[in-house]
């Protein structure tokens, strides 16, 4: 089954740590997002990779990190300079960046700082 | 400064009824625009989209019309189902050469269809 996995679904992070969320893809797409979802907001850009070894700042990157040294794969970092981390992410991926093509999204990870 | 935007939080139908969504966008360079469907603590599904050289695309129940003078485009579900209940995202990207390849989406609508 073709798709875009994240984990894990809930993720708990003490105050001051860093934190890394999990997306593979097995959909041989090109690029690859993360998006930021709180509620009664839409979905916020972090970061996006274009092709493997390339990523971009998004709209709100301030405290992420991300890699991208595999095509499958494009992993987060929470790191503790961001300010408010407890939020939904959401990962997705589309065949190529740009052009009339849709993104394909995982599950999501809830991230919840205790 | 939204370039998206969903201008009814909420919406409820009854069902059989037609569901009409609403979105709004600013951004002239704007070329592809796309409704997802999305329950609680899931992904977003991709629904219908349309590009700009077209002014509807119909996919079964669901119909997306869009008119690029006014920068407004609507999604309709005819007739709506209880199952339809989930929040609705508008999105849009500048598609071929833009700078916004990258899908900017609205603040979403929550749809509720009632038995």
Known sequence: DGGITQSPKYLFRKEGQNVTLSCEQNLNHDAMYWYRQDPGQGLRLIYYSQIVNDFQKGDIAEGYSVSREKKESFPLTVTSAQKNPTAFYLCASSIFFGGNTEAFFGQGTRLTVV | ?115
């Not at chain 2, 037609?18 to 629904?47: H, Q, R, V």
Request: proline content about 5%; overall charge positive; charged content about 20%.
């Open chain 2, 1 to 115: 400064d939204q370039q998206v935007k969903q201008n009814s939080p909420s919406l409820s139908v009854q069902e059989g009824r037609i569901s009409i969504l609403n979105c709004d966008y600013t951004n002239s360079m704007f070329d592809y625009f796309l409704w997802y469907k999305k329950y609680p603590a899931e992904g977003p599904t991709f629904l219908i989209s349309i590009s700009s050289i077209k002014d509807k695309n119909e996919d079964g129940r669901f119909t997306v019309f869009l008119n690029k003078s006014a920068k407004h485009l609507s999604l309709h579900i005819v007739p709506s189902q209880p199952g339809d209940s989930a929040v609705y995202f508008c999105a849009a990207s500048a598609g071929y050469g833009g700078s916004q390849g990258n899908l900017i989406f609205g603040k979403g609508t929550k749809l509720s269809v009632k038995p």
